[in-house]
Every structure is written in structure tokens, then in C-alpha cells.
């Protein structure tokens, strides 16, 4: 079970937009960034967001990042069937001296 | 284009050693910090150990601390893993992922397609 939690499963038709929650404590995202990572099926893992809310380059911007508190958010604006993936939020944990990922969240385009 | 391929994966028995390898090209390998994170079947990520540029300071998750040893040699472009003593529960894809910078920023920004490490008997 991870320490930052997030849900298993999201979906959303082409065009809507789909949010994923990261939940975690004061130790990791209370006082930490949060990057996220996509990994597309067959495929290797990919940076999505990192620092919160920066794209790197290539990465459209309906991908976008924020985080509250102890909690984080990916959020797809306009989902297209392409973005039918893995998402998994990560961050430093000073408590454990590691970083720590979620457990994934898979997100379908019905 | 940057390029990670990891090898040396595969079937061994619980207790015996395995070294992984991970080959880079399509950047300057010792401008940047490396790491070793693992998926186990049906888990989620779980990062292994990171390397700065120049092997200076190696980390370790405590799940593999004193079973594991990651180095690089930077006239290879080449990253390495050496697992000893194998349990059941290091079972899991293996993925080589380079850093943000030189140092370790824990930043994963590309990744290979992994290697698959089985321990069973």
C-alpha cells in the first residue's frame, strides 16, 4: 500500500475533462513537490508534470499540475484516446529519505 | 533522441546475484545522476537507488540496502545494477531512469523500456 494515495481508476469520454487526486501527508507533498508520470501501454514511463505545475517540453498543455496542502492533482482537460494510460504522482518524503510514488491510476477514454 | 535499454534480466533462483545493465545514448551521459526504479507485478513504482555523475554519492532504499550496488562507468555510457542475495519480493521490472542534473534531484525524466527480474525456485 503507498504512502501517497491515489485512486485506481478514472475515465471520461473524448472531450471532457478528467481529474486524479495524489493524497498524502506533511512529510511528502506538505512540504515537497509533486511530479507526475505517464506510462502509455507498452511503453516506457514518461515525466508528465514536474514541480508541481511545469510542462516539460512536448507535453501539451492540457496536461496541468497543482497541489493544496497535502494533496496534489493532475488534471486532462480535452481527453483524446491517446491519453488512455498510467498516471502516478511521486515526491520526497523527509521523514522516510525517499522518494515515493503513488500507486497509479489508470485512466480509460470510453 | 534519448535512449535508455536495460538487459540482463530474467529467471534466478532466490539467494543468487543478477547485474542489470542499462545502456544510454542520445545525450551526455555524465552530465547527469541515474537511478534504478522498480514496478513489481501488479504494485506501483518503487525507486531502487540513484548514482550522481560521478559515482560520488550512491542511494539506496532500504528495501535493497546491502544487497544492491549501483555503479556506472561514464566512458561506456553505462549504468549498472548488482543484486545479491535475491528474494521472491524483488521480483519486478526494472527501469533505468536519468535525472534532471548531476546531482540527484530524484526527478525521473526519461526512462527505458525495463528489464523483467524473476525469483523464483
Known amino acids: 500500500q503507498s504512502v501517497l494515495t491515489q485512486p485506481p481508476s478514472a475515465s471520461g469520454t473524448p472531450g471532457q475533462r478528467v481529474t486524479i487526486s495524489c493524497s498524502g501527508g506533511?512529510?511528502?507533498?506538505?512540504?515537497?513537490?509533486v511530479n507526475w508520470y505517464q506510462r502509455l501501454p507498452g511503453t516506457a514511463p514518461k515525466l508528465l508534470i514536474y514541480?508541481?505545475?511545469q510542462r516539460p517540453s512536448g507535453v501539451p498543455d492540457r496536461f496541468s499540475g497543482s497541489k493544496s496542502g497535502t494533496s496534489a492533482s493532475l488534471a486532462i482537460r480535452g481527453l483524446q484516446s491517446e491519453d488512455e494510460a498510467d498516471y502516478y504522482c511521486?515526491?520526497?518524503?523527509?521523514?522516510?529519505?525517499?522518494?515515493?510514488f503513488g500507486g497509479g491510476t489508470k485512466v480509460t477514454v470510453l | 533522441e534519448v535512449q535508455l535499454v536495460e538487459s540482463g534480466g530474467g529467471l534466478v533462483q532466490p539467494g543468487r546475484s543478477l547485474r542489470l545493465s542499462c545502456a544510454a545514448s542520445?545525450?551526455?551521459?555524465?552530465?547527469?545522476?541515474m537511478h534504478w526504479v522498480r514496478q513489481a507485478p501488479g504494485q506501483g513504482l518503487e525507486w531502487v537507488s540513484g548514482?550522481?555523475?560521478?559515482?560520488?554519492?550512491?542511494a539506496y532504499a532500504d528495501s535493497v540496502k546491502g544487497r544492491f550496488t549501483i555503479s556506472r562507468d561514464n566512458a561506456k555510457n553505462s549504468l549498472y545494477l548488482q543484486m545479491n542475495s535475491l528474494r521472491a519480493e524483488d521480483t519486478a521490472l526494472y527501469y533505468c531512469?536519468?535525472?534532471?542534473?548531476?546531482?540527484?534531484?530524484?526527478?525521473?525524466?526519461?526512462w527505458g523500456q525495463g528489464t523483467l527480474v524473476t525469483v523464483s525456485s
Open positions: 531512469a536519468r535525472d534532471l542534473e548531476q546531482l540527484l534531484t530524484y526527478f525521473f525524466a526519461f
Open positions: 542520445g545525450f551526455t551521459f555524465d552530465d547527469y545522476a
Open positions: 548514482i550522481t555523475w560521478d559515482s560520488g554519492r550512491k
Open positions: 506533511s512529510s511528502n507533498i506538505g512540504s515537497n513537490t
Open positions: 514541480t508541481n505545475n
Open positions: 511521486a515526491a520526497w518524503d523527509d521523514s522516510l529519505n525517499v522518494v515515493l
